[in-house]
């Protein structure tokens, strides 16, 4: 359960978080490309944040991911910045990809029939109908 105190520096986190994903994006000529911040999680004694980015388009994630975690000194640094009036320590930053959302599109489309697992379409006439 995670209390206020961790709830409000997440918020921080997370919204100071999205902007400098987005500005080091666009300044790195990655036009397109979104990069939200789903959720931010910190750990009891404030020392480790949890960042869950979803990344649009997908195929992107992977490469961004990378590219965030080697640059992760820096962007706790910008952070710091940032953030000085609120937090006294910026924890350590751990990012990964929230694929909850591709998750849940691939529920939708196994619902919606767009995926039929039933590869072999013409062993569906034989049956009899009653």
């Known amino acids: 359960m995670e209390t206020q105190r961790q709830k409000k520096i997440g918020g921080v986190i997370q919204k100071d978080i999205v902007d400098i994903l987005q500005k ?6 990655l036009r397109g490309v979104i990069i939200s911040v789903s959720k931010v999680t910190v750990t009891t004694d404030l020392s480790i944040a949890k960042v869950y980015l979803s990344i649009f388009p997908n195929k992107e ?7 965030i975690q080697s640059n992760q000194p820096l962007i706790k640094h910008e952070l710091a910045q940032r953030t000085k ?6 924890p350590e ?19 919606k029939g767009e995926e039929n697992p039933i590869e072999n379409r013409d062993l569906l006439d034989k049956r009899k109908k009653s």
């Not at 080091?24 to 000529?29: C, D, N």
């Not at 994630?61 to 590219?67: D, I, M, Q, T, V």
């Open 24 to 29: 080091a994006a666009i300044e790195g000529g």
């Open 61 to 67: 994630a992977k490469a961004l991911l990378e590219g």
């Open 85 to 90: 009036n609120q937090l006294r320590r910026v």
């Open 93 to 111: 930053l751990l990012f990964f990809i929230d694929d909850s959302l591709e998750y849940i599109e691939n529920i939708e489309k196994s619902l």
